[in-house]
């Protein structure tokens, strides 16, 4: 019951710091945070596939694509409330997460990692192809841009909707069914979960939520999509960002949200490097050292000095 | 030593159906060859690139096979390998000079890769593994622009322009070069590989490490110095890349994908089939945009993502390998 | 507490947030950044690092023209501050560049910014925000004829359909057995391009006998210039970023086709990027690109050229080796960076946007020292008048010469009306 308090309490005090952020930050600023928020979205989802049911992903940026379009297309032709974009970005990336889900189900570890991986290359360059109606590499706009303050809002309550679906997700049958096919998916199978069923969920979840992260994206990006957006790179950060959190933390996807989308920023105004191309520099070397020093993330890190500082305290007799 | 005998059938091992289909896709470009001078010209094209795709694989294939590490630098070390060669031009070397201590340049820095970031991750998931890799090449792109920046570099031409023309068909000197120099450095490290004692012990080491061990192979060393000899065949193919598309820090990407499809094509498992996966994807995308109206540029990379992803759910272990992997 | 009330306080929590979120939108915006008692601050996207790289040095240019004339007292007393960010011509990146000129480092204006496709992805922003998109470096028609929508944006150069046009005017007139092979980008630079010619051909449109696109991102041009060889095409058009343009004139030669002719549109017609072409085997005979800079190379006596030799001495020596090989995307970024401060001299004595928006539209001046001889900057925009197009002249070059002196001369007289 303590923890839950604590839980609670922390919840609260971070939901606080967020709503009052706004206040106090440059509207440059803002925009940051919202792609912090954005990273955060895709990375939990991520998190669902890789973290908690054990499957790869190197591709989620084709996701995020196939969500962004979707908005700039509905707005570009229909006008439709960007709001409202959201949740058929939702829709569809969670049927085309599906459609990939399954022929997946045969493939697994570097080969499962290489196929998504050619998801991640090709799905981008298809509005290129039919440039018709997506506007090639002039890219294509939404109707109207939103401000910085409504993105803010929008995306962090998104974030905040990411975090409460995944944990009430995660916390059932459902996260049970996931858990044990990471663990192992002989034993799940013997154990009466269905493995076809669970992994291609897992799939699609973590589709819908890189689709709305994608549709976020294209909003920030001052409404406009275009194919480099969704580049290798981008797949690439968001599973940076989900090794760094720590694979199997809903609360470590804010670290790596935090990594992947302020370091760029923060390295550019260090002395000696400043800008160009240092920051590349800056942050490959410290993806690099924190793989090598920290094999389960920052959420690894913290478990492991919460660990300690429990065993510390109960090895103290005085304590209690 | 039984299992060896096994394992080396494995690499070299096609079933029937696959040397049918390659005796028959071979009968198919001579006599198109032999029809129309275009069909020959976008052949010979796309076998000096296929070459070059063909390189970067085998450097794949070299790495996977043995430490099981699915290398995303690999393109980005090529590209940096060539911008020393092209440093040591500057400083006055001939251009064969410069690319034979390129070679041994590169063979250190891959054993330095490897003692220094893969082997402390080495045993850790698939992902850990990868993302040290994605971090390596945002590492070098970084550090190339950093040091030369981005804008167009030009080296000497190594086999210069001259351009031979039999019947309709010209051949450049220069595409010749290339499809020569890639095959000989493949060839070369076949015959390595096949029979000298250290390609041996490179094999063992990455087949059967506890039992290598056990016969007094340096496991660790032989690991590194196949990341060693990747290097130098990605130095190659950064080499040979130079002269049609010239230097620039993000030449090897473009290429880097086609040599992924390439080595899945032809196995991941399989030096032999990385290489003839090359020189298959290079002739099949020109011969394609060549001949079908709907391949425009824009579909280069998703058709040969596509073939990848036939590859994969048909035939997961691709053309020429047979071991079925399982690996969770 | 129950499982339903945990889940009501987390939710009521989250409530919470989004609304205090909400509430927080809105905002006073300031007129005018950019601009104080000694400086006036600018900025620019340019390629310094990707396929189109090659023209970093226009950006170098300005900023070297900004500090001579800072140093000559600036503009009304104030200094000029440019700002250059680099966006490797990827317009996905150009648009969070964008918004950090304007939201992170407050620019009174986006002075020069090169590439369609960029510009396209920001004029939206930029004009959202009546930031003045300027003198951008691109010809596409779209900056000359969209100021209804796009009233802060506003290109220099001739336009590239304009350019297009004149090309296929002069095949059509002078080549009567032309068989034209197009290699074009496959985004709206290259289609407008590619347009213009068709319009220019008019009614020898069946002239083009084939057509191929690359991708900016794809440097290997090999398998479509075998294509255009290979459907009997002798005239050989690129209209391409210069890293393509050079490798097209290489591979052409590689693959031995010889040509009646070469047209090269003039983002790519540089001495500087022809002679590597000529360094990696391209045979360059009847190359043909058209022109609207001074030449370093070819009128050094110009007092204009004199002028920029001694500016790139003083302000930009590490750009002296491209200039001295006659790299005219020097000569380009002198001649905007001169429109630019010709422009802001006349924005008034504390400048503002739209006072800077209101003297580009009224350019009249034949004063220019870094564009081709003869040519006049003219815009005017008033009720019945729409002239938003700065430079409406070009002269048709061809390469001539070889070895040291090979370089573009001009063919006959300047051409008008190019849009």
């Not at chain 2, 275009?38 to 790495?63: D, E, H, N, P």
């Not at chain 2, 390129?102 to 850990?128: D, E, K, W």
Request: proline content about 4%.
């Amino acid at each position: 019951m303590r923890g839950l308090a604590i839980r609670l309490v922390v919840i609260a005090a971070v939901a606080a710091a967020l709503a009052l952020l706004p206040f106090g930050l440059s509207d440059y600023h803002k925009g940051l945070a919202v792609r912090v928020a954005i990273y955060y979205i895709a990375i939990v989802g991520l998190n669902v596939l890789i973290g908690y049911t054990g499957q790869i992903s190197i591709g989620h940026g084709a996701f995020m694509a196939i969500g962004g379009y979707t908005t700039a297309i509905m707005s570009n032709y229909h006008h439709t409330n960007l709001i409202a974009t959201l949740p058929l970005s939702f829709a569809i990336s969670f049927a085309c997460g599906i459609a990939v889900g399954i022929p997946a189900l045969r493939l697994s570890g570097v080969y499962l990692a290489l196929a998504t991986f050619a998801l991640a290359v090709s799905i981008p360059q298809l509005p290129l192809k039919w440039s018709k109606w997506t506007g090639g590499s002039n890219g294509i706009r939404t109707h109207t841009t939103p401000t910085n303050e409504w993105l803010y809002a929008v995306s962090w309550t998104c974030a905040a909707l990411a975090f409460v679906g995944a944990w009430l997700l995660l916390r059932g049958r459902t996260g049970r069914a996931f858990r044990s096919i990471r663990d192992s998916e002989l034993a799940a199978a013997s154990s009466g979960v269905s493995l076809p069923i669970y992994k291609t969920l897992a799939f699609g979840v973590s589709a819908a939520f890189a689709g709305v992260a994608g549709s976020l994206f294209v909003l920030v990006t001052n409404g406009f999509a275009q194919p480099n957006e969704f580049g290798v790179i981008l797949s690439l950060q968001i599973l940076i960002g989900a090794a760094v959190a720590g694979l199997g933390s809903l609360w470590g996807g804010l670290a790596g949200a935090l990594f992947v989308g302020l370091l760029p920023e923060v390295s550019t105004s260090v002395p000696l490097i400043g800008s160009g191309h240092g920051q590349d520099v800056v942050f490959g070397l410290i993806v690099i050292l924190v793989m090598i020093l920290l094999p389960n993330g920052v959420a690894g890190l913290l478990r492991t000095i919460d660990s300690r500082f429990k065993s510390a305290i109960k090895s103290d007799p005085t304590a209690s | 030593m039984l299992g060896f005998t096994r394992k080396t059938k494995v690499s070299t091992g096609a079933s029937l159906p696959v040397v049918l289909g390659i005796v028959a896709a071979c009968v198919f470009l001579a006599i198109g060859s032999a029809t129309s001078d275009i069909f020959a010209q976008q052949t010979v094209a796309g076998l000096a690139q296929g070459a070059i795709f063909g390189s970067l694989a085998l450097a794949l294939v070299l790495i996977y096979r043995a430490t099981e590490v699915i290398n995303f630098a690999q393109g980005e070390l090529a590209m940096a390998t060539t911008y020393i060669a092209y440093q040591l031009t500057l400083w006055g070397l001939s251009y064969w000079l410069s690319f034979f201590l390129t070679l041994l340049i590169s063979f250190v820095l891959g054993i330095v890769v490897y003692g220094v970031l893969i082997r402390p991750v080495q045993h850790r998931s698939v992902i850990a593994l990868v993302i040290v890799t994605v971090g390596l090449f945002i590492l070098i792109d970084g550090l190339v622009t950093w040091k030369w920046g981005a804008d167009l570099k030009f080296m000497p031409a190594p086999f210069g322009n001259q351009v031979y023309h039999a019947g309709g068909v010209s051949f450049a000197r220069q595409d010749i070069g290339v499809l020569l120099v890639s095959i000989l450095s493949v060839i070369l490290l076949w015959v390595l590989f096949q029979f000298t004692k250290l390609g041996l012990a490179m094999r063992a080491a990455a087949l059967r490490p506890a039992a290598a061990a056990l016969v007094g192979v340096r496991v660790d060393w032989m690991l590194a110095v196949g990341w060693g000899l990747a290097a130098v065949l990605g130095a190659v193919a950064g080499l040979m890349t130079e002269p049609s598309v010239f230097l620039t820090p993000t030449m090897m990407q473009p290429i880097l994908l086609y040599a992924f499809a390439a080595a899945v094509l032809g196995g991941l498992e399989s030096p032999a089939g990385s290489v003839i996966g090359g020189l298959a994807i290079g002739v099949f995308l020109n011969l394609v945009g060549q001949y079908v109206g709907f391949a425009t540029s824009e579909l280069r990379l998703p058709i040969a993502f596509f073939v990848l992803l036939v590859v994969l759910l048909l035939k997961p272990t691709g053309l020429f390998g047979r071991r079925q992997v399982r690996r969770v | 507490m129950g499982m339903k009330g945990r889940l009501l306080a987390v939710l009521t929590v989250l409530a919470a947030v989004a609304a205090v979120a909400v509430s927080a939108a809105g905002g006073a915006v300031k007129a005018d950044p950019g601009v104080s008692a000694t400086t006036v601050k600018i900025g620019g996207t340019f390629p310094l690092t990707g396929p189109a790289s090659l023209y970093k040095t226009i950006p170098a240019a300005e900023k070297a023209y900004y500090d001579y004339v800072n140093d000559h007292g600036g503009v009304n007393g104030r200094k000029i501050d440019f700002t250059i960010l680099d966006d490797a011509y990827d317009p996905s990146k150009t648009v969070p560049l964008a918004q950090e000129l304007v939201e992170k480092d407050k620019v009174f204006a986006v002075v020069g910014s090169l590439g369609t496709a960029p510009n396209l992805a920001t004029w939206g922003y930029y004009n959202q925000r009546k930031v003045p998109q300027v003198l951008v470096a691109t010809g596409d028609s779209y900056w000359g004829f969209s100021w209804k929508k796009y009233p802060y944006t506003i290109g220099w150069q001739p336009d590239y359909p304009g350019e297009g046009k004149l090309y296929g005017k002069y095949i059509a007139k002078n080549m009567p057995n032309a068989k034209i092979g197009v290699l074009y980008q496959n985004d709206a630079f290259g289609k407008n391009y590619y347009a213009g010619l068709r319009v220019g051909l008019g009614a020898k449109k069946s002239m083009v006998v084939d057509a191929e696109s690359y991708d900016a991102t794809q440097t290997n041009v090999t398998q479509q210039i075998i294509a255009l060889k290979s459907k009997g095409a002798n005239t050989l058009v690129i209209f391409a970023i210069p890293t393509q343009a050079i490798t097209a004139l290489v591979t052409a030669t590689k693959i031995g086709w010889t040509r009646d002719a070469t047209f090269v549109g003039n983002v790519s017609s540089n001495r500087l990027f022809m002679l590597s072409a000529l360094q990696n085997g391209a045979d360059l005979s009847n190359v043909y690109s058209t022109n609207y800079v001074a030449s370093q190379t070819t009128q050094k006596n110009l007092p204009g050229v004199k002028l920029a030799t001694q500016i790139i001495d003083q302000y930009a020596p590490s750009l002296k080796a491209n200039y001295d090989l006659g790299d005219a995307n020097i000569m380009y970024g002198l001649g905007v960076a001169w429109t630019f401060v010709n422009a802001l001299q006349r924005s008034g004595k504390t400048p503002t946007r739209a006072g800077l928006m209101k003297a580009m539209h009224s350019l009249n001046t034949s004063k220019n020292p870094f564009v081709y001889p003869g040519i006049k900057l003219q815009t005017k925009m008033t009720k019945k008048v729409h002239d938003n197009f700065p430079i409406e002249q070009e002269i048709l070059i061809k390469w001539t010469g070889s070895g040291a002196s090979a370089d573009f001369q001009p063919i006959g007289k300047l051409q008008g009306g190019i849009r």
